[in-house]
């Protein structure tokens, strides 16, 4: 008796012999093959698309500079100086299944974030960093030619990953310096217009460190769009909860986390998120099913029983940030913006004449940014700086460190600001 599945498999080796007939080897022995180009491969919103600009990383920045890697005070990238707990390195050292597949649902990490976020274990989702995340929910929901709203000057992964998923980019400017608030009203207009199918929000946002009103959130959630909010530097801001458990109550939210500034396991690779239900049932398709390794995944649960190191090392940031602000605001060429972030953004701008105030802006100029950010390299310090867009020009993003890595950048400044 044949089966169904006999059935199916005799069918398909008849119309393997049907193609091996029609196309045989002495049928197909004067068939030209058309010509092509290599780039006729690639997918056209690909072929114009301009590569992420990554951080460049400690051993090629020493070879670059010419300078020790311990000599050198990387303040470019928002990482943690303080490292992981001394529990993560113990738990990579002791980990006893490297040779066997991760657990494709990162079960354990999620029960432990579960705790953690105060939200159930289904409701998160982890990743190779939250970069990982972005992409993701832009291809489970971008079609080709589909709109995302971007609220510039912010972080530039939102941008990126919308070209990479043929999607298309509205932007709606962020307000002036130092509040950099984002437009709600322009928002809402956008997406009445457009239907965009995600909005992102970034609260503190970077690369300014400020953050969004909570009444503006709400307002935003009212819309019929997917808003994801990024809170990468949530940890770093005494004034804001995060807004992962509003995930329950709101099926058009999405919140992302990071352990990277948090626990210092940026070369790690790992990030979660708090994603509704009706959304997860696809991030499970969707996602790779080993993307989390089995390294990332223990790296994560000791960092995460390790409550008290991750708060000192919270309350020396935060600490330090405040001193750096200080020592930032006593030159007169330079204007650091309040961050609830563990980095500072500061706009370099000189007086034409030295006796001019602060005050005075209609006699001061903006200041070189990258030539003050290139000085700075040759000192071993590194900061990032900005050309564009508008809000930014001019500006430097420094990384909070620790107390000896701002005495350092704080002696380079005085030393330029000497010559200048």
């Not at 990387?74 to 299944?97: H, I, R, T």
């Not at 605001?329 to 980095?343: A, D, G, H, I, V």
Request: charged fraction near 25%; proline fraction near 7%.
């Amino acid at each position: 008796m044949l089966t169904s599945q006999s059935c199916s498999v005799m069918h398909d080796m008849s119309v393997t012999r049907l193609f091996f007939k029609k196309y045989s080897p002495q049928k197909l022995s004067g068939v030209k093959c058309r010509a092509f180009k290599n780039t006729d491969f690639v997918r056209k919103h690909i072929l114009d698309l301009a590569p992420y600009q990554p951080i460049v990383p400690f051993d090629v920045l020493s070879e670059q500079l010419d300078i020790p890697v311990d000599e050198i005070v990387k303040l470019d990238a928002n990482e943690n100086p303080y490292g992981p707990p001394e529990a993560v390195f113990k738990a990579l050292a002791q980990s006893k299944f490297p040779h066997i597949y991760p657990d494709p649902e990162s079960r354990r990490l999620r029960a432990q974030l579960s705790l953690d976020c105060g939200i159930p274990a289904d409701n998160i989702l982890v990743g190779c960093g939250a970069d990982e995340l972005i992409d993701l929910l832009l291809r489970i929901v971008l079609e080709p030619g589909d709109f995302i709203v971007n609220t510039p000057p912010t972080f530039g992964m939102y941008a990126f990953d919308c070209a990479i998923n043929a999607g298309r980019v509205i932007d709606i400017p962020r307000g002036e310096a130092p509040g950099f608030k984002i437009n709600v009203r322009g928002i809402q207009e956008a997406v009445r217009e457009y239907k965009p199918k995600v909005l992102f929000l970034t609260s503190p946002n970077n690369p300014d460190g400020s953050i969004i009103d909570p009444e503006d959130i709400d307002e935003l959630l009212k819309l019929p769009v997917l808003v994801i909010l990024d809170e990468a530097y949530i940890e770093f801001c005494n004034s804001q909860e995060s807004r992962m458990p509003d995930v329950l109550q709101h099926d058009n939210l999405v919140v992302l986390r990071t352990f990277s500034k948090r626990a210092g396991l940026a070369g790690i690779r790992i990030g979660y998120g708090a994603v509704p239900l009706w959304l997860m049932n696809y991030c499970w398709r969707v996602k790779q099913p080993y993307n989390v390794s089995v390294l990332a995944e223990e790296a994560a649960c000791a960092a995460l029983e390790s409550k008290e190191y991750l708060q000192r090392v919270k309350d020396l940031l935060v600490e330090e940030r405040g001193r750096l602000f200080s020592k930032l605001e006593q030159f007169s060429s330079l204007t650091p913006y309040p961050s609830n972030s563990n980095f500072i953004l500061t706009k370099y701008v000189f007086s034409l004449c030295d006796d001019l105030q602060r005050t005075d802006e209609t006699h001061r100029v903006t200041g070189d940014a990258a030539e003050l950010k290139s000085y700075l390299a040759t000192r071993g310090i590194i900061v990032r700086y900005y050309s564009s867009p508008e809000q930014l020009k001019s500006c430097i993003r420094i990384s909070v460190g620790k107390p000896e890595h701002t005495d350092r950048l704080i002696s380079a400044l005085q030393a330029y600001f000497s010559d200048v």
